[in-house]
């Protein structure tokens, strides 16, 4: 669910190694040799930040603030907050303006849309098309997105209600994200 981060914790790899980042969230179950090595790679990678992320003490307690109310989907509201956090202040911690990381990192997957797994392969020119990872800069763009999301839940959860968290415990979510943040970032250059 945290694309932006997916694409961006990897660093300088190749075309292949992003596209398998990308497309981490929309691959279940053994690998095997359904995809080129380096796609595979791009895969484990993405589970493995995914592991670390679920395992850092900051995360639990960035999601300790949205389990009363969102119960197992704490996780992926979790994942959206953190890419709003990083979209945010990407320049800062990206180094340059995000559409300039967006537009390189679409023109390096771009030709390689045929390669993309499942659902993602008709999802890819939406994220792209749409600007969905920039409007994750904006609570508003959150909200949409988590809108979005519960429908695809068979219960509908209503995880937009959640962006409020953004506001009302923003100071607190946004430190545990600065615990978080370099932590990560040195695990997914490793």
Known sequence: MNHLAHLFLPGDVSAERLVGNLAGDFV????GERFDAEVRAGIEQHRRIDAFTDSHPAVAAFRRV?????GHYARVIADMFLDHFLAARFEELGGEPLHHFLARTFATIDPHQEDLPGALRQLYPRIRDERWLESYREVSGIHLALTNMSRRFSRHPHLETATRHLIESRRELER??????PDVLEYARR
Do not use: A, M
């Open 66 to 70: 949205l389990i009363p109310e969102h």
């Open 176 to 181: 545990r994200f600065d615990e978080f943040f």
């Open 28 to 31: 279940k179950g053994r690998l």
